[in-house]
């Protein structure tokens, strides 16, 4: 897994020695020798990750992530501290300023990469989410873009089979945040898939395998995305490197220092709150692009996907589709009298009344300006045409409501298709359909007219 590292270090041999490091692992790098530098690439360039040294003159490397973190074009860029001091109160300033991570010169190769590749999996997924964002903005289906979400009030969950700890967890998580614990990791996956922010669990607990149940959360596609802080023992490398390889988000050292807690904490809950953002504007995009925005159906666009699929099984010996073309009468007149909107209105009306008889299973859509379709799966032509008369039915039974009291007689004319016989299209569905509809109309509107093939 390959990405592009931003190197940054005021002394000239540090940086040769990490760019030969990274560039040996084919690793593509980047280097700036001072923070403004740095600042502009990562802006310009945008790497996957900033290795930052801390010691600089002038922007010491706190300054330099914290205006990373704080400009929108580069807050989601990871980043490692890299110093020479070991001192608790540099470690919580880096984690505070928004650091990823904190590593101590002179750098251990198998941290540096492990941190590296956890890194660079945890951006691509951010990129990508980020990406499909910005098409939403692009089309108009997504407006505006997150707010600077905070990293407090999260709900934590806590597995750790030692009380003592845990206790001390818990006081400590409650200040900021609402943590529950659990000593079972079975359970604990159970309370994973309901609101959880952040799980935090010992992996080095005596009574079940805290890495296993990371793997687990991590392979449940109802969990996957949780972000887990793991506690370790310091001496056991391969441990935390092994949790590092198989997704664990950050890791949190023993003896475990309560604001260094604190600062992962709110890393780990601001970062979730950003992803889960950007995937409910994901999901609400693509909503809005298969959905009529005024009255709340799909569109033709969703419509004609489904269609065909549906008509393709029927030809190779499935279930007949039959197809609804509706065609609201005179709609021209009403908008000419009373206006677009009271046209909007009777519109997003009609729909809650199509909607409301047709089958569970069925799909009905706007197919432009005043027509509609309704596309039935399994329905033959007679079933089809007798939904076709309930719909005409209720829609011409009782008057529309609109604006100022006003009551509207509307009516309609539907013509009703069904598939027959082979090389059947869904072109040729629809077309049947809305031949259907002039007959309709041709013979005084208000009316249903079903046309075999």
Sequence with gaps: MSARILVVDDIEANVKLLEARLTAEY????????????????????????????????????????????????????????????????????????ADEFLTKPIDDVMLFARVRSLTRLKQVLDELRAREASGRRIGVIAGAAARLGGTGGRVLVLDDNERQAQRLMAELSIEHRPVAETDPEKAHMTARGPVDLIVVNATARGFDGLRFAANIRSDEATR??????????????????????GVNDILTKPIDPQE??????????????????????????????????????????????????????????????????????????????????GDEVLREFAVR??????????????????????????????????????????????FRVSGGELLTVTISIGVSSTSGEG???????????????????????????RAA
Excluded: W
Aim: net charge negative.
């Design 27 to 98: 690793y593509e790098v980047l280097t700036a020798s001072d923070g403004p530098t740095a600042l502009a690439l990562a802006a310009s360039e945008k790497p996957d990750i900033v290795l930052l040294d801390v010691m600089m003159p002038g922007m010491d490397g706190f300054e330099v992530c914290r205006r990373l973190k704080d400009d929108p074009i580069t807050r989601h860029i990871p980043v490692v501290l890299v110093t020479a001091l070991d001192g608790r109160s540099d470690r919580i300033t880096g984690l505070e300023a928004g």
């Design 261 to 342: 807690m604190a600062a992962r904490a709110r890393t780990q809950i601001r970062r979730k709150r950003y992803t889960d953002f950007l995937r409910d504007n994901l999901d609400h995009s693509l909503e809005l692009a298969v959905t009529d925005q005024l009255t709340g159906l799909h569109n033709r666009r969703y419509m004609e996907g489904q269609l065909g699929a549906l008509v393709k099984r029927a030809m190779l010996g499935g279930d007949p589709v039959s197809a609804l073309m509706i065609d609201i009468d005179h709609f021209k007149k009403i908008n000419d009298n009373f206006g677009h909107d009271i």
């Design 354 to 399: 199509l909607a409301s008889n047709v089958r569970a299973i069925d799909l009905p859509c706007r197919y432009g300006g005043e027509e509609f379709t309704v596309i039935m799966p399994g329905a033959r032509l007679q079933d089809a045409e007798r939904v076709a008369e309930r719909i005409r039915l209720h829609v011409a039974g009782s008057p």
């Design 225 to 246: 995305h949780l972000p887990i802080l793991a506690i370790v023992d310091p001496d056991e490398r391969h441990r935390l490197v092994k949790a590092l390889e198989i």
């Design 424 to 450: 059947d299209t869904p072109e040729m569905l629809l077309k049947r359909a809305d031949e259907a509809v002039y007959e309709a109309k041709a013979a005084g509107r208000n009316r249903v007219i079903a």
